[in-house]
């Protein structure tokens, strides 16, 4: 079976920094394309990070700079680097993986507060 397994979230004051972790099986990882989602209370979820096929990088415009992901093929893992982090980064993060509308996977989620 597949699973995505996230981890690393929790609470940190605002301008500090926290990695999440995402832990892949069932699937021959090259072949996905890799990203990062977030959700926050009453708002839709958002594509935050991302490889694209061409096998670059992309980042919401409000997380650019700030945020970095990050793949180990030869470990299955996924990255989120994450620092000066806001309130406003405050939601539910969610790694995905994706090679085609029948291929396309979600983990459950690691919640990360960003408070004083």
């Known amino acids: 079976q597949v699973q995505l397994v996230e981890s690393g979230g929790g609470l940190v004051q605002p301008g500090g920094s926290l990695t999440l972790s995402c832990a892949a099986s069932g699937i021959i990882f090259r072949f996905y394309r890799m990203g990062w989602y977030r959700q926050a209370p009453g708002k839709q979820r958002e594509l935050i990070a991302q490889?694209?096929?061409?096998?670059?990088?992309s980042y919401l415009d409000s997380v650019k700079g700030r945020f970095t992901i990050s793949r180990d093929n030869a470990k299955n893992m996924v990255y989120l680097q994450m620092n000066s982090l806001k309130p406003e980064d405050t939601a539910v993060y969610y790694c995905?993986?994706?090679?085609?509308?029948?291929?396309?996977?979600w983990g459950q989620g690691t919640q990360v507060t960003v408070s004083a």
């Open positions: 995905n993986a994706y090679a085609g509308a029948t291929y396309d996977y």
């Open positions: 490889f694209t096929g061409a096998g670059t990088t």
